[in-house]
């Protein structure tokens, strides 16, 4: 019998019908003849309330708190689900990590798993029960509760399928599938049946919010395959995410996304000699901060300029790290820049394919866009442009790579 983890988002689980909804998905995957563990979030908007109660209490409250705090809203939606299924007559039981054994670094409100006992989840399982996980949260060593960051419990699903040798992971969530586009900003998007880990993992990063990165990151490392499935259309096969290796590429470009949570910080007239840029970036790093796109102009009058990206919530951290570099380095300025947002093209297809950057710059220029910074990898090109200027961005990059879907649209007349 195969081991297959499902995991439910905030939405799937918001009240006590769609909780009862969701304990339908599960029972039907047991009936199938599969061992079933299910990986459940905070009931809807729980987590983002419990953050905005603690601030009504502190305006800095202590990460270990916070973990405290934040890890009771799991711990709701695994019971009830578990009522919910036994309910319907089948056998099921719920785990917090702690009584799993998710260990996880002993670091409060972003930890990493360290390892996940397996023995009393699969004792369960073997005895014919469904195991309700709580995600987001782990246990350190020495019996702290921690948190994984939010959106965590995707992680959770993916390491807990990885630990168990499970067949496959399930994502439930609000959308039926994975678009080339956001279809609330380009509304002609289409849906992709599959996609591989790398493409998913760029995708993830730059803005596309239906996978953590991390999981897809924890996904690719161990081999799980992923499946992206609507808790509220279970007969939809939604969105398959696999290794390169079991795909055929044959499309150059998968998708687009836009990040608008980066600033950009530009450091004026830097001094033009060796161990500069690693005197900048290396206090940046030991302050935990990343770095995203950077450019360093030419240099004239043995100055240079250097402009990098760093996300909007650590800007203030890294500008205060940044202001005593600069004095010891003696450049003149930092200067930031609120209004900009990445845009990205991913694909695996675009590497040894040339003129998809040119398609890129081409579209951005047809649609009178100009263009503030530009980045790339080997299946993704960014491009930072004015804020205001996204969405049309996005759709006509979208148009350009013929992503536009075939389908008719809402609202459009077919003929
Ligand atoms: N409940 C947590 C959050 O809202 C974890 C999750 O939803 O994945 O961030
Ligand atoms: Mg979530």
Redesign the pocket.
Same mark, same amino acid.
């Given at each position: 019998m195969a081991i297959v983890v499902q995991k439910f988002? *905030?939405t799937s689980v918001a009240d006590s019908t769609k909780i009862k909804n969701v304990a339908k998905a599960v029972i039907k995957e047991y009936r199938n003849g599969n061992k079933v563990v299910a990986v459940v979030?905070?009931m809807g908007k729980t987590?983002d309330y419990l953050v905005k109660l603690a601030g009504e209490i502190s305006s800095n409250p202590c990460n270990r708190e916070l973990d405290m705090l934040l890890s009771s *809203?799991?711990q709701v939606s695994i019971s009830l689900l578990a009522m919910a299924i036994q309910e319907s007559g089948c056998p099921a039981l719920s785990m917090l990590a702690s009584q799993i054994g998710i260990i996880t670094e002993s670091v409060h409100s972003k930890a990493r798993i360290v390892d996940i006992k397996t023995d009393k989840v699969q004792k369960h399982i073997d005895t014919n029960k469904i195991v309700v996980a709580a995600?987001?949260q782990g246990i350190t060593i020495d019996g702290e509760i921690t948190t994984l960051g939010?959106?965590?419990?995707?992680t959770s699903a993916v390491a807990l399928a990885a630990a168990l040798k499970a067949e496959r992971c399930d994502i439930y969530t609000d959308v039926n599938a994975i678009y080339t586009a956001d279809p609330r900003v380009v509304p002609k998007a289409s849906r992709i049946y599959q996609v591989s880990y790398g493409e998913m993992l760029e995708l993830a990063r730059v803005g596309a919010k239906v996978l953590h990165p991390r999981s897809v990151e924890t996904a690719k490392q161990f081999n799980v395959p992923l499946r992206l499935r609507s808790s509220f259309n279970l007969e939809d096969p939604g969105t398959l995410v696999v290794g390169d290796d079991n795909m055929e590429i044959c499309r150059p470009v998968t998708g687009i996304a836009a990040d608008l949570k980066q600033v950009r910080i530009a450091i004026l007239r830097v001094p033009d000699k060796p161990g500069i840029a690693a005197r900048i970036f290396g206090a940046l790093s030991d302050n935990n901060i990343s770095v995203d796109m950077i450019i360093q102009s030419m240099e004239e009058d043995h100055v240079n300029n250097i402009a990098f990206t760093v996300h909007e919530n650590d800007l203030n951290n890294a500008i205060s790290v940044l202001e005593r570099v600069r004095q010891e380095i003696e450049a003149s300025e930092i200067v930031v820049d609120n209004n900009i947002a990445k845009v990205s093209l991913v694909g695996a297809g675009m590497v040894d394919r040339p003129g998809v950057a040119a398609g890129m710059f081409d579209a951005l220029s047809e649609a009178g866009i100009n263009i503030k910074m530009i980045s790339t990898s080997e299946i993704k090109i960014s491009c930072l442009v004015a804020k205001e200027k996204v969405e049309e961005a996005l759709r006509y990059i979208h148009k350009k790579f013929g992503l536009d879907s075939k389908e008719p649209q809402p609202g459009e007349v077919s003929n």
């Open positions: 988002g *905030g979030s905070a987590t *809203g799991e995600g987001f939010r959106g965590g419990s995707d």
